[in-house]
Every structure is written in C-alpha cells, then in structure tokens.
C-alpha cells in the first residue's frame, strides 16, 4: 500500500516563530533512542496496592511474597512488610507509637533509634514494619508491660474508701487487671475477673468479699487458659497465639461487720501487651524487648482485717520477622507477682508466661525459602516518558527462575498516566500510538517444593518519540501546520520537518537581529540629557 505525505508549507512570521518555540517543547520532532531502566535500588514506582510479591529494596530485585516456616505449614503464615507510607524513621531521642491512630501497623521504609525510650500507647497490636533494616540501639528502653501495684485503700470508719481500685491496664490489647472489691462497714464485694486480650472477661478469677475477721478476703485467682498448648512455632500463632497475657484477678472486699472496720481488695495486674516487628532487611535490637505481666495490688490491710490480694497478670506476646540476618535479641515475657498482706500470706502469680517467635533467615522459621505453588505479582506506578507517541523497540529483562518457573514481564501504556492499555509481554506493539507513559507488571510463579524464589533484577525498556502524526499551531495573524513526521530522514516527513524548523530558526535570527539593531541605534542616537530624540 502506497504512503502519502502531505506538504504544507503556511507559516507567517508569528507563526514560524511560534513554531519554533512550541514545537521543540512539545517533543513532536523524532527523538532520540533513549532507555528506562528500573534496577529496585529505590521503591520510588512501586505501587504496592497492586503488588502481592515483594518490592526487594536490601537486594535490588522483585521476588515472591515471604512466609515463616515455608517448609512446613509457613504458607498460610504470609509476613507482610508495608508500604513505607510513614517514611523513615531515625532518632536520637526515642520514638511513640499510638496504636489507636493506627490500627493496622506503622509502614516505615527504614529504622534506626539511637537513643531514648519507645513509648506506646493505645490498644490494638503494635505493628511495626520496615522495607529495608531496622536498628534499634542499646540502652532504649523497649516496653509493653501491663500496669502493676495498684493497692487498696484501708478505712476502720465509715468516711473511709468503700470502691476497689481500677485494675492495671494493659497496652496493645484490652487484658486489664480485676478491680479490687468494694467493701464498707455492713457489706463487701468480690473483685472482678482479669480480662483477656480482646477486653472479655476470663475465666472467674477475682477474689471473693469476707466478712470473718478471722480469715479476710479471698485473694484474686488466675485460672486463665494456658498459652502452652499455642506454641511459638505452633501453625496457628498469628491468628490465636499473638495476644496479650490476661490480667489478674482482683481481691475482695472485707470488713468486720456492725459497723467496724473495712478494707478494699487490691487490685488484679495488667497483662503484658504484644509487639510485631518485621524487615524485609537485617534486624539489629540491642535493646532488650520487655512484655511482662503487671504485678498485683496488695489489699488494705489493717491485722484482721484485711482485703484480698490481687493476682499477677500474665506475660505477653513478642513476635520478630526478618528477611534478612537477625542477631540475637534479648526479651522478657515474664509473669507478674502477687502481693500479700498479714491475713493472705501466699501471694497469686500470674499463671503463664507469654510467648516469643523469631522468623529469619537461617532460623528453624526460615523467611528466604519461597513457599510452592504460589504466584505472586510486582507491578510499578507509571513512569512519565516525556514523550508524544513513544515508539519502543524492545526490553531487557535480567531475571533468574529460581526453584520456579522463569518470571513474565508485562507492559501497558498511556496517553494521560491514568487510562492504560492492557498488559502485553510484547513491548513494540505500544508504539506509535501516542503513549507518553508505561507500567510493568511482573508475575511470580514457585515451584512444586519449597525453594529459592524467581526473582527479576533488572528490566530496561528502550524507546523513542515517533513524533505527532499532525500537530496544529494557530496563534493570531500567523498559522503553522507540521504534518507527517517520520524516523527516515529521506522521507517526504522527515524533510518536511527539516525545511520547517530551518525556516523557522532562519526567521527567529533575523528578528532577533533586527531587535538588537534598534536598540543599538537608539542608544548611539540618544541626546546627552537621555532623552530620545524627536521623532521629526
């Protein structure tokens, strides 16, 4: 089929000028080659919302999703990294986490505390990940332990306290400490039962009122269930062993009857809270992780009076995840104590420690294994061409296929960044259809057996501007029209082109000359006083 050219030659001055300055801006003349290449140093065009593999910044590569323990039953245990959307986070003077603002976790792209405390507050899990390392210095202090000591009060008349206190709180969970019972000169109250991480009540484990001299108050129990059967490496510890201990107990009330004396119950320990750490980098904590059980409040105690004794709370839950190497980290998930008094002499402890799980590479819970049969994608954002109508005449792509099948690499493009084509693993069929920008999508496949992930490491994309098919100018008294611009410089639109932009620089010259003319003129013809000279 013959090609037709059409020649138009209609520029003005105002027009070649305009030419001139808007055309070369608007790169609709034939570009040079040019080449994008993306090595995953930086996750600048990530788009995470559309990625279910990883986006490896530590090792420059696009890789499958990670999970704990993918030998064994780790591929329902997926360990997600986030998205970086709350930048980095580097201190000299610690860090506070509200787990209220965030109830999903904090998403840094990297962390580094040198220094200070880690304050937390609020109570949904504390979430912490990072997209490369994570540092965190000796000598920070590291905290979620459940509130402790909260005392009763003691009264031998009636104007004294006749409520309990509050139980100790808890942080990143709702497992507070049993109020301590209430009690006054005729009547008394048992303390509360301890609550469990979700903020239910636990089994009864406040202690009863008493109203016998002889013997006081019940102290608070702690018949929680115990975390022993949810093993740190146990299949279902994300969904059943990542709580908070529960909290204690809270003791009776007491009092002597007829109007006498009367004490309040000690108050029940907080549980200790729950802290997720996870690194697609190394993880370095020199600081020692503490998630430890609140200790009871003692009861008031006046010699035969006396009220209950709270229970310890229980310890909580620390669960560290890195992609990379973790050296050792030091933890503590400890019980909380009871207290006693002169009528209770044997304190109530809490019943269980908590639990601690490290996934990292080299461990028993190894995260570098891929997980089989599991396909994952990496996609990007768009990237801005800067073109008109990109022509694109093929990709690189440095990819390895691991324990898996070799990874496919797929582009789409656009004219505006927001509506695109459909993906095609065939890069030249987008050119020369007006695409200024483009996005890849990479797709993951693992094998049948648990092994080193496909990954792709490189992906450089080579391309073009083509140029505008016709591009209009019309600005006032003057009008250009550039049609048919072509790659060949033989061709009728690469000449075309050439004749247009030579006139148009041979214009803009010209006036430019003429411009520099006048003023010298006016300058060497200006009167002593600066004033112009008459025009007569």
């Known amino acids: 089929m013959a090609i037709r050219y059409k020649r138009v030659v209609d520029i003005t001055l105002l027009g070649l000028l305009t030419s001139l300055l808007i055309v070369p801006s608007a790169r609709s003349v034939t570009g040079t080659s040019s ?10 065009f990530a788009d995470y919302a559309a990625t279910t593999g990883l986006w490896d910044l530590p090792d420059h590569k696009a890789r499958a999703g990670v999970v704990a323990d993918a030998v064994g039953s780790g591929a329902a245990r997926p360990i997600t990294f986030g ?7 580097s201190s000299g003077s610690g860090a506070t986490f509200d787990t209220n603002s965030h109830p999903n976790g ?17 109570t949904n899990a504390l979430i912490i990940r990072s997209l490369s390392n994570v540092n965190i210095a000796l000598g920070v202090v590291f905290s979620v332990d459940g509130q402790s000591d909260v005392a009763g009060s003691l009264s031998g008349v009636a104007s004294g306290s006749t409520t309990g206190p ?13 109020k301590g019972g209430n009690a006054s000169p ?11 991480s979700s903020g239910l009540a636990d089994n009864p484990t406040g202690g009863a009122g008493h109203d016998d001299t002889a013997q006081g108050a019940g102290s608070g129990t702690d018949a929680s269930p115990s975390l022993a059967a949810l093993l740190p490496d146990g299949p279902t510890f994300d969904t059943t062993g990542f709580v908070c201990g529960p909290g204690g107990g809270g003791g009776g009330g007491d009092t002597s009857g007829n109007g006498g004396a009367y004490g309040t119950g000690g108050a029940g320990g907080g549980g200790g809270g729950r802290v997720r750490v996870t690194s697609v980098g190394n993880m370095t904590i020199n600081a ?13 105690d006046a010699g035969a009076i006396c009220g209950g ?17 973790m050296p050792a980290v030091t933890t503590n998930v400890t019980v909380g104590t009871g207290n006693t008094n002169s009528c209770n002499a044997a304190p109530v402890d809490g019943f269980n420690a908590g639990a601690t799980r490290f996934d990292f590479a080299g461990a028993a819970l190894d995260t570098v294994p891929a997980a089989p049969n599991q396909t994952y994608v990496v ?4 990237y801005d061409l800067g073109t008109l109508n990109a022509g694109f005449s093929g990709a690189t792509i440095v990819s390895s296929n691991g324990a898996g099948s070799a990874p496919t690499v797929e582009f789409a493009g656009s004219a505006d960044g927001v509506s695109f084509s459909a993906f095609s693993s065939d890069v030249t069929l987008m050119s020369g259809k007006s695409f200024r920008f483009v996005r890849f999508k990479i797709t993951i496949r693992t094998g049948a057996a648990a092994g080193n992930s496909p990954e792709v490491t490189r992906i450089a994309l080579n391309y073009n501007d083509l140029g505008l098919e016709k591009l209009d100018l019309k600005i006032s008294s003057g009008c250009g029209t550039i049609t048919g611009m072509s790659d060949d410089p033989a061709s009728p639109r690469a000449t075309m082109a050439g004749v247009q932009l030579t006139l148009a620089w041979l214009c803009f010259w010209i006036l430019c000359y003429r411009v520099m003319r006048y003023g010298f003129v006016l300058k060497t013809r200006r009167l002593p006083s600066r004033k112009l000279p008459s025009m007569s």
């Open 35 to 44: 080449q994008l290449v993306e090595d995953f140093t930086t996750d600048t």
């Open 83 to 89: 998205d970086g959307s709350d930048g980095v986070l």
């Open 106 to 122: 904090f998403n840094f792209k990297s962390i580094d505390i040198s220094a200070g405390a880690i304050t937390v507050t609020g």
């Open 166 to 178: 509050a139980g100790g709180t808890a942080v990143t969970c709702g497992a507070n400490g049993g």
């Open 186 to 196: 005729l009547t008394v109250g048992n303390g509360n039962d301890g609550l469990l």
């Open 288 to 300: 020692t992780i503490t998630a430890r059980g609140g200790h009871s409040g003692r009861g008031a």
């Open 309 to 325: 004794n709270g229970a310890g709370g229980n310890g909580g839950s620390i669960w560290l995840q890195a992609l990379g190497a």
């Open 379 to 382: 996609q990007s954002k768009a």
